[in-house]
């Protein structure tokens, strides 16, 4: 089940499953921002499962391409229920919220190092990559960016039915690790050199006017110059 947080107690659970996703003991996000946000019209969202929180997502309102938007800020689910079609749940939720709404768009960032998440961004949900950002956020200290430098990709979701593309011939294709989580943990210096290439290869083309045109089951970007 998805829904909207009720109460105090409520953000308190979003807050800290967030916590447990992220495996930090500093909050990746306090509950008086989390009502802030609710309250000022942004988006929160509270999954549960036999009424057990086990994930969420929450986001404020912005502007993208001049139309306003729906800035997905931390969405998250504990690793048992990945791969059962909650996050894709979660994310039409999302979509259902930022129509509702008259959004045009729905944009986030994530790590392009991170396979599942390219895959599930760019292939299932079709979201397109807008901007390669360089150490977006600084250093964060949690198990999953282990004090790695936070380079993002920018992506946006289009809300209503954005007229499909031909299939567009890729020019040039970059890899990405297999678990970039687990290299860092085992192989902070091996980690250092994925950051470096994926920003060169990927990040390079795009700040010269390439678009990322897909991505494969295999982890590799394809990129139209």
């Known amino acids: 089940m998805i829904r909207a947080p009720d109460d105090v107690a409520d953000l308190q ?15 990746v996000v306090r509950v008086e921002l989390l009502r802030a946000v609710q309250h000022a019209g942004g988006y929160l969202a509270l999954a549960e499962e036999d009424g057990h929180a086990v994930g969420g997502s929450f986001g404020f309102l912005g502007h993208h391409r001049g139309a306003p938007a729906l800035h997905s800020h931390v969405t ?33 960032t994530f790590d392009p190092l991170v396979r599942r998440n390219a895959w599930f961004n760019l292939a299932v949900l079709g979201a397109k990559v807008d901007e390669y950002l360089v150490d977006f956020y600084g250093p964060i200290e949690d ?6 430098e936070t380079d993002r990709l920018l992506v946006a979701w289009s809300v209503g039915d954005e007229p499909r593309r031909p299939q567009e011939p890729h020019e040039v294709r970059v890899p990405t690790p297999e678990d970039i989580v687990t290299v860092r943990r085992r192989d902070p210096a091996a980690a250092a050199e994925w950051r470096q290439r994926v920003r060169t290869e990927l990040g390079g083309r795009l700040a010269a006017g390439a678009r990322v045109v897909g991505f494969t089951s295999a982890g590799d970007y394809e990129v139209r110059l």
Not at 80 to 94: E, F, M, P
Not at 143 to 148: I, Q, R, S, Y
Request: with cysteine.
């Open 13 to 27: 659970r979003l807050a800290a499953v967030f916590d447990e996703i992220w495996g930090t003991s500093c909050p």
């Open 76 to 108: 998250g689910l504990l690793p048992r229920v990945r791969h059962t079609g909650l996050g894709r749940a979660v994310k039409l939720h999302q979509r259902a919220w930022a129509a509702d709404r008259g959004l045009a768009w729905i944009v986030w």
């Open 143 to 148: 198990t999953v960016n282990a004090g790695d």
